[in-house]
């Protein structure tokens, strides 16, 4: 068994927890409402990652405050703690990691079941969307304020064809952490 | 048991969503951001409405309609009930939220004085500040409020005032 999924089940049931269905229709609303405004489907893919991305330099402390977890070591664990206590922690669902590259500095990030997407259907003028895409922004902020530089983007998604939800992560660099002052001064 | 997500993701959204709308996209119209924040409010309060009164029959008259508001819709999505309702029975209502929920996490700074130490300030001046910290993230539950109704056949406005956080009031204006 995966050493971290009991402590994102642990975790999940500790935190305040609503019904996902408020969740979900405002999700809706403001994707429906974003479509609006902009028209251009690239453009509102933008506006979510951004928004996530928002959402994911915040939403770190209350993780980090709440997971009770220790550093990660490398990367890989990284990408399991996303996926095993992150998820789980926030969206009640728990991911997988898969398709390592070589380095250890790529992967994917599978989820299966995604409360974002309940009752939802993409109409034909909205082909180009990715509908879960906060989720990147969420993720990608959310590393940035631990010092790692990724790309999170989706490459499969069930509301358009496919089997399930993978988002590809990608380590760019880890950037080592600044002190606003020097040590010797 | 219906699937649960955590309340953070909520407050997240709600968070970014005036963010987005009222700093980002529209920094220079606020009027712009209030509607299109109440619209997207509107739009979730119509069908959470619909999916909360599925096995229900239809409500008698405008009262019992703002009354499920207050008790059954507020405690769903709100986890408690409205504090007080008032009505001057002529259309209009005052739906009272002693500790409104999405209130909690709004403060104001204190004021200060040119020497460092808080004045004591006129209940009149906090309200106002009050009112301008908070007033941004009552779009979404205004809308709220004014889908639920329009769902049940209930046309109105629906505004919201601040006066000490976290309480703050829903005032509803029924359209004849």
């Known amino acids: 068994m995966p050493p971290n999924s009991r402590p994102g089940d642990a975790v999940f049931a500790n935190v305040e927890r609503v019904n996902a269905e408020l969740f979900t229709l405002t999700y809706g609303a403001i994707v429906r409402q974003l479509l609006t405004d902009f028209e251009e489907v690239d453009e509102v893919n ?5 928004m996530g991305y928002n959402i994911g330099i915040r939403l770190i402390d209350d993780f980090l405050a709440k997971a009770n977890i220790t550093r990660c070591s490398d990367f890989r664990e990284t990408a ?9 922690m926030f969206l009640g669902v728990t991911g997988s990691v898969a398709n390592w590259n070589a380095d250890g500095t790529e992967c994917s990030l599978i989820l299966d079941d995604n409360p974002l997407v309940d009752f939802v259907e993409l109409p034909e003028t909205c082909q180009g969307l990715y509908y879960c895409n906060i989720l990147c922004g969420v993720i990608r902020g959310a590393l940035e304020m631990v010092s790692m530089r990724t790309e999170v983007k989706f490459v499969k998604d069930i509301l358009r064809g496919d089997d399930a939800y993978e988002m590809r992560l990608k380590l760019l660099e880890q950037v080592p952490e600044e002190y606003p002052y020097k040590d010797d001064d | 048991m219906a699937r649960e997500v955590a309340e953070s993701c909520i407050d997240s959204v709600n968070l970014e969503l005036v963010h987005t709308y009222c700093m980002r996209l529209h920094p220079t119209k606020p009027e712009l951001a209030a509607r299109r924040i109440e619209a997207i409010g509107f739009q979730v309060g119509l069908q959470l409405a619909e999916r ?17 508001i207050c008790k059954d819709f507020w405690a769903e999505v709100f986890k408690k009930q409205i504090d007080n309702l008032k009505t001057n029975h002529r259309g209009v209502f005052v739906l009272q939220d002693n500790r409104f929920r999405w209130l909690t996490r709004v403060s104001l700074d204190a004021p200060t004085t040119s020497n460092g130490s808080a004045s004591g300030e006129s209940t009149q001046a906090t309200s106002a ?10 779009y979404f539950p ?25 309480a703050c009031s829903f005032i509803v204006r029924i359209k004849v």
């Open chain 2, 52 to 68: 909360y009164t599925k096995e229900r029959p239809r409500f008698a008259d405008h009262l019992e309609a703002i009354k499920f």
């Open chain 2, 142 to 166: 205004c809308g709220l409020i004014r889908g639920a109704l329009t769902n049940f056949g209930v046309a109105c406005a629906v505004s919201a005032e601040v006066s000490t956080l976290p």
């Open chain 1, 80 to 88: 399991e703690t996303i996926a095993k206590v992150g998820f789980k």
């Open chain 1, 46 to 50: 933008k506006q979510l990652d951004t």
């Open chain 2, 129 to 138: 500040r009050a009112s301008q910290a908070a007033g941004q993230y009552l």
